[in-house]
């Protein structure tokens, strides 16, 4: 159905489909062999179909700052519509510290994400008494709606890199509204390749369930996508109302010529197929020929966004 890849050098692939009816496509834009040449700017495409947001017009709708926060790092942006307004969660380091990540936020000021104006809402808020939440390396935010309650989710280096959930009031989706709970930390083996890692949460829902799928381990071949799954009607901020997957649900050995799936979002297209959009690298970048290779992962640009189309058995999603 769609080419493959999608979108060269777009990792952290993000589609969302808005009230207007067009399709939103937006991801991390590359650095090029090291930190300064790259990672400084949030892109938008909009088209009214899924297919066309691979030939549509790219636009940057903010740019990096040039000293403090915010300036290094721009990573793995997310555009959500939330309470009538566009937000873009998206991560990002400082100039003097480049590894001093954290979650932050925009807010469209008007109708049109692509043209109007964005507002800086600054560095994601913890709850009042909750003195843990975004003091660490801590990045790709997502966001979803469930019975009428809204809730983030993000990845938090406390330890290990492990994958946090609280609630948020839509009328102000950068602040935390509760304590946030542990959703699932670096257990087996898949999870602990060169890193200890759990990111870049992703949320599926269906009538009866709702999944969380993440990526594991370093960014390389050895990248991997979990799961979680919890009841629709479930207290969502209860732990014990979600299950873990003890083995991954896609990997490199599932894919032919493509080396390290993960940091997928979902999204229906206009035919109503549900698709799955994620990033994996060529098969060549373990063998040095890429293209673009880099010895440091997050520095070769050859993460490039695909799609695939997404089918259900009796009991989880099970990719086509």
Not at 193 to 203: C, D, K, L, M
């Amino acid at each position: 159905m769609y080419p493959n890849p999608f979108i060269p050098e777009r990792a952290d692939p993000y589609i969302v489909k808005g009230s207007d009816n067009f399709y939103y496509f937006t991801a991390s834009y590359p650095a090029y062999l090291n930190v300064d040449s790259g990672y400084d700017r949030i892109i938008l495409r909009r088209s009214e179909t899924v297919m066309g947001l691979r030939d549509a017009e790219e636009k940057a709708i903010w740019l990096a700052h040039k000293n403090g926060n915010m300036a290094k790092h721009i990573w793995a942006p997310e555009i959500h519509f939330i309470s009538g307004k566009w937000y873009i969660f998206f991560a990002a380091g400082d100039s003097d510290n480049i590894w001093n990540i954290r979650p932050y936020v925009l807010m469209c000021k008007g109708s049109d994400p692509l043209n109007d104006p964005w507002e800086e809402k600054g560095k994601m808020q913890a709850s009042e008494n909750d003195t843990k939440s975004f003091t660490e390396f801590s990045l790709d935010m997502t966001y979803f709606e469930n019975n009428g309650k809204h809730f983030v989710i993000w990845a938090e280096k406390l330890g290990d890199s492990s994958l946090f959930m609280a609630e948020i009031n839509p009328v102000e989706p950068w602040k935390l509204i509760s304590m946030p709970i542990l959703l699932t930390k670096p257990e087996y083996d898949w999870e602990k390749v060169r890193f200890a890692v759990n990111e870049g949460a992703s949320v599926l829902k269906t009538d009866e369930k709702i999944f969380v799928f993440f990526s594991a381990s370093g960014t390389g071949e050895e990248y991997c996508m979990g799961m979680l799954f919890a009841d629709i009607n479930s207290d969502l901020m209860k732990p014990s109302s979600w299950t873990k997957l003890s083995e991954p649900v896609l990997e490199t050995k599932d894919l032919t010529d493509e080396a390290g799936p993960g940091h997928n979002s979902f999204v229906a297209d206009e035919n109503g197929k549900l698709l799955l959009i994620y990033h994996a690298r060529p098969a060549s970048h373990a063998d040095k020929k890429c293209g673009t290779f880099c010895d440091e992962v997050l520095y070769d640009p050859c993460r490039h966004a695909r799609i695939k189309e997404v089918k259900f058995d009796n009991n989880i999603p099970l990719l086509k």
